[in-house]
Structures are given as C-alpha cells and as structure tokens.
C-alpha cells in the first residue's frame, strides 16, 4: 500500500538541484588546485535541502592535501553561524579527488559522521576536472543493535543542473 510513496520519496531523496554555473565554478576550482584536494561547504534554504544555493570555500588544512582534505575548522564555525542567520542549512561537502576517481573512496566512508550529508566529489588531473558525482552518505544499523555499530554506505544522487 505504502511502497509506490516510499519509493517516490526514496527517488526524490536522490535528486539534488544545482546551477550548472556553480557546478562549474566548482569543477573549475578544483581543476585549479590539481594535483591538491580542494574542498568546501553545500549550503540549501531550510525550506528546499535538496537545491544547493551556494557554497563556502574552504581551504584543505590536512597534513599531506594530496591525499586528503580536511575542511578548515573556521571556515566551518563561521558558516554554521551564518547559516543560523540566513535560514539555511550545511547540507553536504564537496571535495577533489586528483587520482582522477569521482567514486567515493574509503577514507570517505570512514569520515561521513552525519546521515544523510551530501557528498560532491570531482574527480581531476593534470588535463582538469573529469567528471563529477554527488552522493548521499546512509548509515543503517546493523541486525545486531547491541554492536552499537552501523553500516555505513554512499547512495548515488542524480545531479540536476537548474538554474536557480
């Protein structure tokens, strides 16, 4: 009864809206800082958390940026502020991958504490950026609740460039 509703909404989950014009600036930005992880903040309006507005650059402050990112902690705080502010919201991050893979990669995994925070991840090399892929981290508990363990896996999002 309940299961064509909880599809639909599983899909709309899945879709993310973003201006093909800050889509690029992203990828343009990421391309610039090759062979380095460049990273940054997906801001949304309370009302719409699936419509990327705009988004915070951050500079990388992890020990070896070619292997890793590590999102500036004040850049973080100032922007949880701000949002506050603004009624808007953090919804996700973004970052390169300069190996050329817009897959997530463990260390991702790993890192992806809050359910449901977005993942923009571009992909790069020496040419630019390659590709780019949005995911949805979901931690799901496991059958034995008493691990107090979760499973943590990427869902793919379908990326809808839209003008705002």
């Known amino acids: ?27 343009d ?27 915070v650059v951050a500079r990388n402050v992890a ?15 100032d922007t949880h502020r701000t949002v506050r502010e603004t009624g808007e919201e ?19 995994r790993d890192r992806a504490d809050e359910h449901a925070f977005l993942w923009l991840i571009v992909a790069t090399n020496h040419t630019g950026a390659l590709a780019s892929g949005m995911y949805r981290i979901m931690h799901q508990k496991m059958i034995d609740a008493d691990s107090g363990e979760n499973i943590r896996y990427f869902q793919r999002c379908k990326l809808i460039e839209q003008d705002i």
């Open 90 to 108: 953090i919804v996700g991050c973004f970052h390169s991958h300069p190996n050329g893979n817009a897959l997530p990669s463990n260390t991702d």
């Open 63 to 77: 020990d070896e940026p070619q292997k890793t990112f590590e999102i500036d902690p004040q850049t973080l705080i």
């Open 1 to 27: 009864m309940g299961g064509q509703g909880s599809e639909q909404n599983r899909q709309n989950q899945n879709r993310v809206y973003f201006s093909a014009r800050l889509h690029g600036e992203i990828r």
């Open 29 to 55: 930005l990421c391309a610039l800082h090759w062979p380095e992880e460049t990273c940054g903040l997906l801001i949304a309006s309370n009302a719409v958390p699936d419509r990327i507005q705009r988004v």
